[in-house]
T-cell receptor, first 113, second 120 residues
Framework: QKEVEQNSGPLSVPEGAIASLNCTYS??????FFWYRQYSGKSPELIMS????GDKEDGRFTAQLNKASQYVSLLIRDSQPSDSATYLC?????????????FGAGTRLAVHP | NAGVTQTPKFRILKIGQSMTLQCAQD?????MYWYRQDPGMGLKLIYY???????DKGEVPNGYNVSRSTTEDFPLRLELAAPSQTSVYFC???????????????????FGPGTRLTVL
């Protein structure tokens, strides 16, 4: 199993709907998780981080972490065409005492009017 | 506050040529990273550094070298360019303050704009 896995998509949702993006992780990563958004041709930008079991809300975004099932998800409410991008899930890997981020391959989200 | 800067933005190399991708940050971050991103793929860690004078390999280090003589700069060197190194290269930095054993910490990574490299 890869350390961080995502469905590559594309995930297509209508404008105004809830987009649900999922990510699973292995035992080789630790308990810090991040969602990055990457527009085509641009660099990734952080939109959410989550460390504790449960939900964390920030505006239209909600990150959910379930440590027992080893998955983390991102919900985008009231999806807008401007949310169309690739969403990268990342988890912290601690090896040799040093912190690194392991990224999933990303899920492409398309929000259509 | 410039954040993370990278130069050049674009470069075309011939097979066997060498070049250095520059990365600088002005946030006084201790951690710096180099990633490559192939089309339609996620980010692969090439090398990282936890401070001046300390570097270590990531997932895909072959064909690359790094150095970290100052906190601000983290250049990536390609010695003998190969077509397989055609990719977009991102530099990132973070200020890790979490416990080494895991748990929450301030480890948000800030990315530079990227360098698009083509090797022909």
């Amino acid at each position: 199993q890869k350390e961080v896995e995502q469905n590559s998509g594309p995930l297509s949702v209508p404008e105004g709907a809830i987009a649900s993006l999922n990510c699973t992780y292995s035992d080789r990563v630790s308990q810090s998780f991040f969602w990055y958004r990457q527009y085509s041709g641009k660099s990734p930008e952080l939109i959410m981080s989550i460390y504790s079991n449960g939900d964390k809300e920030d505006g239209r975004f909600t990150a959910q972490l379930n440590k027992a099932s080893q998955y983390v998800s991102l919900l985008i409410r009231d999806s807008q065409p401007s949310d169309s991008a690739t969403y990268l899930c990342a988890a912290t890997s601690i090896s040799g005492g040093y912190n690194k981020l392991i990224f999933g391959a990303g899920t492409r989200l398309a929000v259509h009017p | 506050n410039a954040g993370v800067t990278q130069t050049p933005k674009f470069r075309i190399l011939k097979i066997g040529q060498s070049m250095t991708l520059q990365c600088a940050q002005d946030m006084n971050h201790n951690y710096m990273y180099w990633y490559r991103q192939d089309p339609g793929m996620g980010l692969k860690l090439i090398y990282y550094s936890v401070g001046a004078g300390i570097t270590d390999k990531g997932e895909v280090p072959n064909g690359y070298n790094v150095s970290r003589s100052t906190t601000e700069d983290f250049p990536l060197r390609l010695e003998l360019a190969a077509p397989s190194q055609t990719s977009v290269y991102f530099c990132a930095s973070s200020a890790w303050t979490g416990r080494l054993a895991g748990g929450p910490g301030t480890d948000t990574q800030y990315f530079g704009p990227g360098t698009r490299l083509t090797v022909l």
